[in-house]
């Protein structure tokens, strides 16, 4: 049997290596968005949004860096801005589930009508014309639509699950989104690459006929090529000059602090 003091000896040992040796905190998370919006804004760069990772990552990091945490809890007065901010990502997160999930529910199916194209192409003794060309690039962007779509239903799926179930208090959820901001970046460009493919396989399906009616079933992903042209070139530069405005006034407010 042995000792006492080797058995504590062991048990300490073994809780050493559980704890991990820089441990997660939300109060590290809040003085690290302050540190860098501090560090960027110091160096007076032309575009301090996209030193900080964009609009999305920007606008997160100046929300934390407007909390406070008293004895390793967020402040009675952050807590509803940190509550808005779990809300918001969650949000997002099942908007693109759902957005992904319904596409493929549509393209699913056809991916499986595909495999007598594939058939055909690889019968094709002589050389390919502007059709197959056409039939192989609907088969690929149809593919890309059903694989984005899985990628954005599962990574959203569970990311909500880990920030509901997995996260038991409200600052360990806020410290998940904190340091979630690449993965959720990515849900939303999966999002919006199964809708750019989907659009592409409807165009390349409808155009058969080889004359100028065929412009018709390019006339949807058209529409959101200038419905997204217009979003970026007024709203979005709107709202990154609102972004820095509201860094300049963050800014003074962390250095009079």
Same mark, same amino acid.
Request: with cysteine.
């Given at each position: 049997?042995?000792?006492?003091?080797?058995?504590?000896?062991?048990?300490?040992?073994?809780? #050493?290596? *559980? +704890?991990? /040796?820089?441990?997660? &905190?939300? $109060?590290?998370?809040? =003085?690290? @968005?302050?540190? !860098?919006?501090?560090?960027?804004?110091?160096?007076?760069?032309?575009?301090?949004?996209?030193?900080?990772?964009?609009?999305?990552?920007?606008?997160?990091?100046?929300?934390?860096?407007?909390?406070?945490?008293?004895?390793?809890?967020?402040?009675?007065?952050?807590?509803?801005?940190?509550?808005?901010?779990?809300?918001?990502?969650?949000?997002?997160?099942?908007?693109?589930?759902?957005? #992904?999930? *319904? +596409?493929? /529910?549509?393209?699913? &199916?056809? $991916?499986?009508?595909? =495999?007598? @194209?594939?058939? !055909?192409?690889?019968?094709?003794?002589?050389?390919?014309?502007?059709?197959?060309?056409?039939?192989?690039?609907?088969?690929?962007?149809?593919?890309?639509?059903?694989?984005?779509?899985?990628?954005?239903?599962?990574?959203?799926?569970?990311?909500?699950?880990?920030?509901?179930?997995?996260?038991?208090?409200?600052?360990?959820?806020?410290?998940?989104?904190?340091?979630?901001?690449?993965? #959720?970046?990515?849900?939303?460009?999966?999002?919006?690459?199964?809708?750019?493919?989907?659009?592409?396989?409807?165009?390349?399906?409808?155009?058969?006929?080889?004359?100028?009616?065929?412009?018709?079933?390019?006339?949807?992903?058209?529409?959101?090529?200038?419905?997204?042209?217009?979003?970026?070139?007024?709203?979005?530069?709107?709202?990154?000059?609102?972004?820095?405005?509201?860094?300049?006034?963050?800014?003074?407010?962390?250095?009079?602090?």
């Amino acid at each position: 049997m042995a000792p006492k003091s080797s058995r504590s000896s062991y048990s300490e040992a073994s809780n #050493a290596r *559980l +704890i991990p /040796s820089k441990k997660p &905190g939300v $109060a590290t998370l809040i =003085s690290d @968005a302050k540190k !860098e919006i501090m560090a960027v804004m110091a160096q007076s760069p032309r575009d301090p949004v996209r030193k900080l990772g964009g609009p999305a990552s920007c606008a997160a990091k100046m929300m934390l860096a407007k909390m406070d945490v008293k004895n390793g809890k967020i402040a009675v007065e952050s807590q509803d801005d940190a509550q808005r901010m779990v809300d918001s990502t969650k949000d997002e997160l099942l908007n693109a589930g759902v957005v #992904a999930a *319904l +596409i493929l /529910s549509i393209m699913y &199916g056809s $991916a499986y009508a595909e =495999s007598a @194209a594939m058939y !055909e192409l690889n019968e094709i003794v002589g050389p390919w014309t502007l059709r197959d060309y056409s039939v192989l690039t609907s088969m690929c962007a149809n593919f890309v639509s059903v694989c984005a779509a899985f990628i954005t239903v599962y990574v959203s799926s569970t990311m909500y699950t880990q920030i509901s179930f997995w996260m038991p208090s409200l600052e360990a959820q806020l410290w998940y989104v904190g340091n979630s901001q690449t993965a #959720a970046s990515s849900v939303a460009l999966s999002k919006n690459m199964t809708i750019y493919a989907s659009l592409i396989t409807l165009a390349l399906e409808v155009a058969v006929t080889g004359t100028y009616l065929d412009v018709v079933g390019f006339a949807p992903i058209i529409a959101l090529f200038f419905a997204s042209l217009v979003t970026n070139c007024t709203l979005k530069p709107n709202c990154k000059n609102y972004l820095v405005y509201k860094l300049h006034v963050l800014t003074d407010e962390l250095m009079n602090a």
